[in-house]
Each structure stands twice: as structure tokens, then as C-alpha cells.
């Protein structure tokens, strides 16, 4: 399609501000989306993560040999690192790859991560959902509320229904910025995947 006939309102995937790369964006063959790895972030966190989750058990290693083993303290310190870990550990797995892809070909729906794997058919998918978040970033700061837009697909797997992320957009403090990256995006998904038009949601 021409610039000088394109509409609006259709999906640009250059202007997608997003962690992930939109690797290739043709509904009705293939649509990819791939998350790269950041290994910056994935090695700083990493070793919090292990750190959290073997802080309790490390304690009262060191202290077994005491006349009191303190196992209270490890108890207590093991529940703080678990809790610290696995908060760190989400941030973690956001920074690993994952791609997602749209394939027309074999009309299946893929995802391929490090912690994920799924492969659901077309006649699978129910439909796409658009969702609106609120306050994404911390409140008092200088910056103000943030606001990002997150797309799913709702599926039925063997596990029973699920929704599934797609694509994310990068967090802005105007609200309607990801709204005019996401939706175009939402609605041309659907459209390709003879879907009802997304579903909306704010959060």
C-alpha cells in the first residue's frame, strides 16, 4: 500500500516503540515479534536471583555448628531472600529472548522462549485483547504515571483456556501514545486471523 493511500489507522510497524523488534509484519503469511536477549540486565539480576534463594539455607549452613543453630533466623532470612529473588527473578525473565510468531502457512500461533514453549493452531485462538495499563511506572516520581499497552491472544490449550502476551509497547507518560502504536495493531491482528475486532480492557 502507497503512503498516499495508506489509512491512518493501519498498523506502522516502523513507528512501534516497543522491547520487541517487529521482525516481520505481513497478516494473511507471517507476523513476527522477537524479544532479544539483554544480557546486561540478565547478569546483573541473575546473581540476586541465586543469591535471594540461597541466603536461608547459607545461613544456617554457616551456623550449624553453634550450640544454637538459629534456625529461626534462617527461616526468616530464607523467606526475605525467596521474596526478594523472585521479585528480581520476573524482572529476569523479562529480560530473556522471546519470539512470537503468526504463521499463515501452517496456520499455528507459536511462542519459543527460554521459559515458555507453546504452539496453538488458529482454529484455537477466540480472540485478540488490547490492554490499557495504568500507573505502570512508580507514583511521586518525576516522571508521573506511566501508561503502556500490552496485546494478547485468548486460546484454548490442552491446560484449558489462556491468554497469552503478544507484543508489548514501550511505557509514556501520555496515555494516548501507546494507545495509537497498540490498537491499529490489535485490529489488523484480528482482522488477519478472522477474529471478532479486539477486545479492550483497561488496568
Avoid at 37 to 55: C, N, Q
Wanted: aromatic share 10%; charged share 20%.
Amino acid at each position: 500500500m502507497s503512503s498516499e493511500n495508506k489509512s491512518p489507522h493501519s498498523f506502522d510497524p516502523a513507528g512501534f516503540s516497543s522491547i520487541y523488534a517487529v521482525q516481520e509484519w505481513s497478516p494473511g503469511d507471517q507476523v513476527r515479534f522477537v524479544r532479544p536477549l539483554r544480557i546486561g540486565r540478565v547478569a546483573f539480576t541473575a546473581p540476586i536471583v541465586i543469591a535471594g534463594y540461597l541466603s536461608g539455607p547459607v545461613w544456617f549452613a554457616v551456623h550449624r555448628g553453634s550450640v544454637d543453630p538459629q534456625l529461626l533466623e534462617a527461616v526468616v532470612i530464607g523467606f526475605i531472600g525467596v521474596a526478594i529473588g523472585t521479585f528480581v527473578a520476573v524482572e529476569t525473565a523479562l529480560s530473556t529472548p522471546r519470539a512470537v510468531i503468526f504463521d499463515w502457512t501452517t496456520r499455528t500461533f507459536r511462542v519459543a522462549g527460554w521459559y515458555e514453549r507453546l504452539a496453538v493452531a488458529f482454529e484455537d485462538l477466540t480472540a485478540v485483547r488490547l490492554t490499557y495499563l495504568k500507573n505502570f511506572g512508580v507514583r511521586g516520581s518525576r516522571q508521573g504515571d506511566l501508561h503502556n499497552c500490552e496485546v494478547y491472544v485468548d486460546a484454548k490449550t490442552s491446560k484449558g483456556p489462556k491468554s497469552v502476551l503478544v507484543v508489548e509497547t514501550e511505557a509514556f507518560s501520555d496515555p494516548e501514545t501507546p494507545r495509537r502504536m497498540a490498537l491499529p495493531l490489535a485490529t489488523a491482528l484480528a482482522a488477519g486471523l478472522r477474529l471478532p475486532p479486539p477486545l479492550i480492557q483497561s488496568r
